[in-house]
Structures are given as structure tokens and as C-alpha cells.
């Protein structure tokens, strides 16, 4: 049960909204086998006075339309993360037009003891959500 918080600056339209959810809800899908229903996506659209950020981060221009992206979501490897960050920046591309220097992403990690929703049935052997057939299993595998 991910949570994904997007915080971008105030403007967008409704349609781009849901192309960013739509990208980043099917790298999730795809990279770490969430259900397809398994989709919490909070928008913060802030005003630009409250949205600070130099012009140019790690040596890179960022426009205008930079987004930030903080993902809530139960232990990852580094290689399950690093293959979630760059099929995200190829999603936003591809369904909503954000290039990749305008997506900056974070990852919160948190313990699957600490996610609950009506519903949500967890499989003990491997801490993930019982319907996510490709999870991962055995002693590494902690939801």
C-alpha cells in the first residue's frame, strides 16, 4: 500500500495530474509488483513562494514545472529502487511530457507493521500484500 505524496508548483491541469499519477502508479505496477488497484496518490500543488528551489541543482536547469515525488513504501533493495526511480523519470516522460531534470524523487522506507487499510490481507512468508504473486521471498523479503 504505497503512498505516493507529488508536490509540484500551483497551475497544472487536472489531465496532467492524473498522466504523472498514471506513470508513476504504473512503474509501481511494473518494478515492484503492487496491485493494480493498489493506488494512493496525494497532489500538493503549492504557490511558488512556497515552493523554493534553486534554478539549477546538481548542475542541472530545472524548470518551472520540477516536481518532487516522495514515495512511502515498505523495505526495497537498493536495485528494486534504483530500477523504481528510472522507470518513473521514463513514465513521467512518456505520459505526461516532464523531462527528467524536473523529477526529483525520495523514497521514505517504512515497517510493513505500520501500513493498514479494511481489506488488505498481508501473506506471512513474505510481508507483502497476499494478491502480489511476484513478490519477492525467503529471509531478504520484508514487505
Known amino acids: 500500500m504505497p503512498l505516493i505524496n507529488v ?3 500551483q497551475g497544472t491541469t ?3 495530474r492524473r498522466n ?3 506513470g508513476i502508479h504504473s512503474a509501481m505496477v511494473d518494478v515492484l509488483k503492487v496491485p493494480q488497484d493498489d493506488q494512493f496518490h496525494v497532489f500538493h500543488e503549492v504557490s511558488p513562494d512556497n515552493f523554493q528551489m534553486q ?3 546538481f548542475g542541472l536547469r530545472r524548470s518551472e514545472r520540477a ?3 516522495q514515495i512511502s513504501v515498505n523495505h526495497r533493495t537498493a536495485e528494486q529502487k534504483a530500477e523504481l526511480f528510472r522507470v518513473i ?3 513521467l516522460r512518456l505520459f505526461a511530457d516532464v523531462p527528467e531534470e524536473d523529477v526529483l524523487m525520495m523514497i ?3 515497517a510493513r507493521e505500520n501500513w493498514w487499510a479494511a481489506g488488505r490481507v498481508v501473506n506471512p512468508a513474505t510481508g507483502y500484500d497476499e494478491r502480489m504473486n511476484d513478490a519477492p521471498t525467503g529471509a531478504g523479503a520484508t514487505g
Open 7 to 9: 508536490y509540484l508548483r
Open 55 to 57: 534554478p539549477v541543482v
Open 14 to 16: 487536472a489531465e496532467h
Open 67 to 69: 516536481m518532487f515525488v
Open 20 to 22: 504523472v499519477s498514471l
Open 108 to 110: 521514505n522506507e517504512t
Open 89 to 91: 523519470v521514463d513514465r
